[in-house]
């Protein structure tokens, strides 16, 4: 089993900044990469970024492409994610999720496990 726990998320005017950290215990060991995904309501799962644990090979959504960043503290066993520039439409809950491979980063089916989610609202 592996138990996430994100935090960082709160309020933030347009063009302001949040990281999000989430903190990894368990059997982490497995879980080749970690991702960050968010939804809105009545809307899917959509994937933002990912990083392998072991290489720290990063993958990040066009959307968020030049704002958000992903890094990782293999040490802390945290995975955070740095967001600047930030637009009301980036509003969303926020989740992070681990994987067993990096193969499919993307799709939120192949994340065996989730924390809870943290809101993050940006206000116009």
């Known amino acids: 089993q592996v138990q996430l726990v994100e935090s960082g998320g709160g309020l933030v005017q347009a063009g302001g900044s949040l990281r999000l950290s989430c903190a990894a215990s368990?059997?982490?060991?497995?879980?080749?990469?970690m991702g960050w995904f968010r939804q809105v309501p009545e809307k899917e799962r959509e994937f933002v970024a990912a990083i392998t644990w072991n290489s720290g090979v990063t993958y990040t959504a066009d959307p968020v492409k030049g704002r958000f960043t992903i890094s990782r503290d293999n040490a802390k066993n945290t995975v955070y994610l740095q967001m600047n520039s930030l637009k009301p439409e980036d509003t969303a809950v926020y989740y992070c999720?681990?994987?067993?491979?990096?193969?499919?980063?993307?799709?939120?089916?192949?994340?065996?496990?989730w924390g809870q989610g943290t809101q993050v609202t940006v206000s116009s």
């Open positions: 999720a681990a994987a067993p491979s990096s193969y499919y980063y993307s799709d939120p089916r192949k994340y065996d496990y």
């Open positions: 368990g059997r982490t060991f497995r879980n080749a990469a």
